[in-house]
């Protein structure tokens, strides 16, 4: 299994920036994808982006074009870059991984989950 710690989020303003990271635990991060998604109080977990094991990414409509997904499997590390920042971006963000192989955009594509990072953007 892995574990996932999170860190980074906070409040920033709208039109702002922010990196969130998320660390494993393990010596087999290069062989999981990765993803990232969100939650509102009162709504349901949403895709925001996920990695594949070589490199490929997938945004979910709501991020495109603002937020980048990256990893370095050298730190064992994802990092969820978020750009011009909207109060509709506030969330608690999770990290995820599957040994699966495949890109998800659901929550039930993931087996393993970060304790989640608060992110309040304010207007």
């Known amino acids: 299994q892995v574990q996932l710690v999170e860190s980074g989020g906070r409040l920033v303003q709208a039109g702002g920036s922010l990196r969130l990271s998320c660390t494993a635990s393990?010596?087999?991060?290069?062989?999981?994808?990765m993803g990232w998604f969100r939650q509102a109080p009162g709504k349901e977990r949403e895709f925001a982006a996920a990695i594949s094991r070589g490199g490929s990414t997938y945004y979910g409509d709501s991020v495109k074009g603002r937020f980048t997904i990256s990893r370095d499997n050298a730190k064992n590390t994802v990092y969820l870059q978020m750009n011009s920042l909207k109060p509709e971006d506030t969330a608690i963000y999770y990290c995820a991984a599957t040994d699966r192989g495949i890109i998800s955009t659901r929550v039930r594509g993931y087996d393993y989950w970060g304790q989640g990072t608060q992110v309040t953007v304010s207007s």
């Open positions: 393990g010596r087999t991060f290069s062989s999981y994808v």
